[in-house]
């Protein structure tokens, strides 16, 4: 059935004029039948009596105790564009004959972030049945969390004299997770095993190292895979002497530690950079569980930072970790004003990370790209970070996330200013249906006494 949209003008509420001239025509009436008394003054009185009682009493009358339950079809997790099955079951005490009844609840997101109220609104008309079971499903879930008001519950007379209207509270909430764009895959990372695709290419390390061809190894002439080229700063008892006799160059022996590197992600939380598009953001924080799930499946430990200083651990093995870090980043917000803006931070987190770790760090630049790329010897822009991470021997990669038709020229943009540093960029478009996704209703049904069948159903969303 498609849905009916309700405008905000629609209000539901008794009509107390055309009560009042009910009474009044009753009365009246009954006047004529204590006068005249004949057939056409009972005709009428009977009538007028039995439509005062169907529309002022009965919905009073009628009307008992009521009780609902919200069961959410079982999945293993809400995620961002997925969909949701609900089922609302109204039970009443005792029936409500000649009357409509209406049932209505709102999914309210914790934040303005995860999109707008979703209002969902069915009538019927009962008979004698008391147990009602509305099924409705939502697509175009967005990342958040989201609470269900009180249950609205309305009935009344079939003439709409009388409207009552009742809240049953039915507390709940739901989760939805971070998702990335469909079918994007973040390949050839640092920190990772290379794909298929790359299987020329084979690391040194195993978290975090050099990248090398089989055609460079082999010119290395046995220099072996435990080692990487010389890097200032390295202590003289780990340089391979004897490689660099042969005439291979300073080449520094790998020790079990630096295989070990740590790999972190850090988060741009800034609403700024993203330039007010929180679907750029929910796409960034999709990404980032990507990333950890690689390292999970990978036997890797992996550390979440963000601008906010948020830390998530995510330890190797401990599946309880990564569930806790995806949940936080569920819930996961913006910030107007960060405590530290991305640069800053950037550059306090490489400054504490040890040579062989990587750092993969998302954000957007859509506002101020230049200003936050531009080279120079400050610690107010990411060139400096960039910087620092290839003297401390630190694996950057520049993950960027922008509108599909943006993302080309923004790579190359980054790409210009960051020149001189061995950081690698590379921008991630957005699609135009990922940015524009709303919750929305499929489908509705409702279904009395667990009988099938459509009833009269209207719904709307808002």
């Known amino acids: 059935m498609k849905p009916v949209e309700l405008g905000e003008g629609a209000r539901l509420r008794s009509r107390f004029v055309a009560r009042a001239l009910l009474i009044l025509l009753l009365g009246a009436s009954m006047a004529a039948l204590h006068a005249r008394g004949g057939a056409v003054e009972w005709l009428l009185a009977t009538v007028t009596a039995a439509v005062a009682f169907c529309c002022i009493l009965l919905p009073y009358m009628a009307v008992g105790k009521m009780t609902v339950e919200r069961s959410i079809a079982e999945v293993e997790r809400l995620v961002d564009g997925g969909e949701m099955q609900v089922k609302l079951t109204l039970r009443l005490s005792r029936p409500v004959p000649f009357m409509w009844l209406g049932i209505s609840e ?117 220099a072996g895979p435990d080692v990487r080229s010389y890097s200032p700063g390295d202590s003289p008892r780990r340089v391979d002497w004897r490689a660099m006799a042969r005439g291979l160059g300073m080449q520094t022996r790998i020790s079990n530690a630096e295989e070990a590197g740590q790999l972190i992600v850090l988060l741009d939380t800034s609403k700024a950079a993203y330039g007010g598009d929180a679907r750029l953001f929910d796409a960034h924080v999709g990404r980032t569980v990507l990333v950890m799930r690689q390292a999970v499946r990978e036997g890797k430990s992996v550390v979440v930072l963000t601008t906010e200083e948020l830390e998530l651990v995510v330890r190797a093995g401990e599946r309880s970790t990564q569930l806790a870090a995806e949940e936080k980043l569920a819930r996961l917000q913006w910030e107007t004003s960060p405590r530290k803006p991305l640069s800053q931070r950037l550059s306090d987190v490489v400054a504490g990370m040890s040579r062989g770790s990587a750092l993969i760090c998302l954000t957007a630049g859509t506002k101020g790209a230049g200003a936050v790329a531009r080279e120079s010897s400050a610690s107010e822009n990411v060139f400096y970070g960039a910087k620092l991470a290839g003297v401390r021997g630190v694996k950057l990669v520049l993950l960027l996330s922008f509108a599909e038709n943006e993302a080309a020229p923004a790579e190359e943009n980054w790409r210009a200013r960051l020149q001189g540093t061995d950081c690698s960029v590379k921008a991630l478009p957005v699609p135009l249906s990922y940015r524009k996704q709303m919750p929305e209703m499929a489908e509705m049904s409702m279904t009395a006494n667990g009988e099938g069948g459509v009833m009269d159903v209207s719904t709307a969303n808002s």
């Open 106 to 222: 709102a999914i309210v997101p914790a934040n303005a972030q995860s999109g707008k109220i979703l209002k969902v609104q069915g009538a019927c008309l009962p008979g004698f049945k008391r147990v009602f079971h509305i099924h409705y499903s939502v697509r175009g879930l967005r990342r958040g969390e989201f609470n269900y008001s009180p249950i609205q519950v309305s009935t009344g007379d079939m003439l709409g004299l009388t409207v009552r209207k009742f809240e049953v509270a039915c507390p709940d909430s739901l989760l939805v997770h971070a998702m990335a764009p469909t079918g994007e895959a973040l390949a050839d990372l640092p920190g990772f095993r290379p794909s298929a695709n790359s299987s020329e290419r084979q690391p040194i390390a195993s978290l975090g190292g050099q990248m090398i061809t089989a055609a460079a190894r082999a010119s290395r002439g046995g």
